[in-house]
């Protein structure tokens, strides 16, 4: 079964840095893009950008570039999303997706979700 | 702002059938780009639900259905059942943004 799941709830301070994980099973892992998309309080869902855990190479949406930082260990099979300094408005459910092949792409699975609370 | 516009709301009755609007743009669903649906239930995640050309993962129901109009896309449920009510978003990719796009989200509820 293909499957993503990500770490646990996070309570942070304005200014805190943090790093979120999201570890792949069932399939190859190096071979699919993996994606990150925020959902604010009562709010839709928000792509923020893309890694491809074969070579690192990365895409972030214009909304959300030098905010955060994907990245990923592909010994462990785990991608990750990284803040160096946490706002308020970040308050947030993080979730990863993999990226279907090709083109006209949809995300599927989807990890069961992080939130971060970021308040002072 | 999402750059898919989809209704806030919309309701119906066990058994009628409803529709989901996602209305576009020439740089994405115009430009002939995919639309695909997630279902959304509370406190979990989205889970895919039409991909493709009006394509069903296993294990959906054949009471969903996808289609493309122009710029815009539509999710057609029929046959309404009390455990469809759930958020259900659009999503597909725009060129001019180079961005992989969601709609703003409907909640269906079933009266």
């Known amino acids: 079964e293909v499957q993503l799941v990500q770490s646990g709830a996070e309570v942070k301070k304005p200014g805190e840095s943090l790093k979120i994980s999201c570890k792949g099973s069932?399939?190859?892992?190096?071979?699919?893009?993996i994606g990150w998309v925020r959902q604010m309080p009562g709010k839709g869902l928000e792509w923020m950008g893309i890694?491809?855990?074969?070579?690192?190479?990365?895409t972030y949406s214009p909304s959300f570039e030098g905010q955060v930082t994907l990245s990923v260990d592909k010994s462990i099979t785990t991608a990750y999303l990284q803040w160096s300094s946490l706002k308020a408005s970040d308050t947030a459910i993080y979730y990863c997706?993999?990226?279907?092949?090709?083109?006209?792409?949809?995300?599927?699975?989807w990890g069961q979700g992080t939130q971060v609370t970021v308040s002072s | 702002q999402s750059v898919l516009t989809q209704p806030p709301s919309v309701s119906g009755a066990p058994g009628q059938r409803v529709t989901i609007s996602c209305t576009g743009s020439?740089?994405?669903?115009?430009?002939?780009?995919?639309v695909h649906w997630y279902q959304q239930f509370p406190g979990t995640a989205p889970k895919l639900l039409i991909y493709?050309?009006?394509k069903r993962p296993s294990g959906v129901p054949d009471r969903f259905s996808g289609s493309n109009s122009g710029a815009s896309g539509s999710l057609v449920i029929t046959g309404l059942q009390a455990e469809d009510e759930a958020d259900y978003h659009c999503?597909?990719?725009?060129?001019?943004?180079?961005?992989?796009?969601f709609g703003g989200g409907t909640k269906l509820t079933v009266l």
């Open positions: 997706a993999r990226l279907s092949p090709g083109s006209n792409n949809w995300f599927d699975p």
């Open positions: 069932g399939y190859t892992f190096t071979s699919y893009w």
């Open positions: 890694i491809y855990p074969g070579d690192s190479d990365t």
């Open positions: 020439n740089s994405n669903i115009g430009a002939d780009y995919d």
């Open positions: 493709g050309k009006n």
């Open positions: 999503q597909s990719y725009d060129r001019r943004l180079r961005s992989w796009v």
